[in-house]
C-alpha cells in the first residue's frame, strides 16, 4: 500500500504532535507541511514543507491546491482556527475528488470560533457555562472576565474587578464578551470521533500549569460525569474527527463548559502517549480500515511535562 499523504496546514510550533504521526505502525504517512512562517519549527520534521503565502493573500487557495496536487493529499489537517476558518471559507476549491477535509460544517465552525454564539449555544442547549454578562444590564456582581470573541490561545483576556475596569472596558474593546468569572480545576478534554460521528477518545486533562494560553503541565483525570458531559456535548455538535473541549470543575462538582476547538488541543500528545493513539486511529480511517479499540486504555493519573526544544539549521 502507498503512503497516506496528508497535508498539515499551519501546523507552526506543533513538532511532537507531527512527530506522533510518524511513529512505527502498519500504515506509513507521508507528512506535508505548508505554513506561512518561514522559520515555522514543524517544518523541520515533515516529509516535505512548503512555504505559503499569508491566508489573507488572494494567491493563498491557489498555492495551496497546487501542493495538493503536486503531493497527490489524501487529507489536509487544519492545525489553527485561522487555518479552520480559512478553509471553511474556501472549501468548495477543495470538495472533489477522495480530498477528505477534516473539517466541521459551516455553522459549527461559526458558532465555536464565536465566544459570544458559543455561549449563547451552552445556554439553549442546558450545557452549563459561565454566565454571559451584559455591562448595560443588572448582574451579580464581580469578578468578571473578558474576552476576545474570536479569540484563541487565552490572548487578549483580562479579570475586571470593579464598575470602573467594566465601563473601561466595555468601551475599549467592543467586540469582546463578558461573562461571570469562574474558578475551579481548569480541565482541557481530548475528543476523536470516526467520520461517521461515533466517539472513540474522550479524555479530561486538568491543567496544572499554563503558560501565554499553553498547558505545560497537565494530569489525567478520568471523571464520569466530566466525560459524561464531554459525550452529550460532542454528540450535540455532531463532531467529526479531532476537537477539544475546555471548562472548570467546582467544588460542588458542576462542571462548566467554556470552549469547543475543532481541531487538536495543545496538550493532546499526553492524551496519545497516555493510550490513546488518535493519529494511528486517523491513518487506519484514511486506509479504509476499522479503528482498532481493543487495546485502547488511558493511564489515569498520568502526569506530562512539557519543555521548550531547540531546532538548529546550519
Not at 475528488?97 to 464565536?114: F, K, M, V
Not at 467520520?195 to 483525570?221: D, N, Q, Y
Not at 479504509?288 to 487495546?295: D, R, Y
Request: hydrophobic content about 40%; some cysteine.
Amino acid at each position: 500500500m502507498k503512503d497516506i499523504r496528508v497535508l498539515f496546514l499551519a501546523p507552526n510550533w506543533r513538532v511532537s504532535l507531527l512527530r506522533s504521526f510518524k511513529k512505527p505502525t502498519a500504515i506509513k504517512i507521508f507528512i506535508v507541511g505548508a505554513d506561512s512562517d518561514s522559520n515555522s519549527a514543524a517544518l523541520s520534521v515533515v516529509d516535505k514543507s512548503y512555504v505559503i503565502p499569508e491566508f489573507s493573500e488572494p494567491n493563498c487557495v491557489e498555492k495551496i491546491q497546487a501542493i495538493c496536487d503536486k503531493e497527490n493529499i489524501y487529507a489536509i489537517l487544519p492545525m489553527t482556527n485561522k487555518a479552520i476558518e480559512f478553509m471553511d471559507k474556501n472549501r468548495a476549491g477543495f470538495d472533489e475528488g477522495d480530498l477528505l477535509l477534516y473539517l466541521a460544517e459551516h455553522t459549527l465552525i461559526e458558532t465555536c470560533n464565536d465566544k459570544r454564539r458559543l455561549a449563547e449555544f451552552f445556554t439553549q442547549n442546558n450545557f452549563a457555562s459561565p454566565d454571559l454578562i451584559d455591562p448595560k444590564k443588572p448582574f451579580p456582581g464581580f469578578s468578571l472576565i473578558a474576552k476576545d470573541s474570536c479569540g484563541e490561545g487565552g490572548k487578549n483576556c483580562f479579570k475586571i474587578e470593579d464598575q470602573v475596569e467594566l465601563d473601561f472596558y466595555s468601551k475599549k474593546l467592543p467586540n469582546h464578551i463578558f461573562q461571570q468569572f469562574v474558578q475551579g480545576r481548569e480541565f482541557s478534554i481530548d475528543w476523536f470521533s470516526d467520520k461517521k460521528g461515533l466517539p472513540i477518545v474522550i479524555v479530561p486533562r486538568e491543567r496544572l500549569v499554563v503558560r501565554a494560553g499553553e498547558v505545560m503541565v497537565s494530569r489525567i483525570e478520568q471523571i464520569p460525569d466530566i466525560i459524561e458531559s464531554a459525550k452529550r456535548l460532542g454528540k450535540r455538535l455532531q463532531l467529526r474527527g479531532p476537537a477539544n473541549f475546555q471548562g472548570f470543575l467546582q467544588e460542588s462538582g458542576e462542571f462548566l463548559f467554556t470552549d469547543v476547538n475543532l481541531r487538536f488541543g495543545s496538550g493532546v500528545l499526553h492524551t496519545i502517549r497516555a493510550g490513546a493513539n488518535i493519529p494511528e486511529m486517523i491513518l487506519q480511517e484514511l486506509a479504509g480500515k476499522p479503528i482498532e479499540t481493543k487495546s485502547y486504555s488511558i493511564m489515569d493519573g498520568s502526569t506530562m511535562t512539557r519543555f521548550h526544544e531547540a531546532i538548529f539549521d546550519f
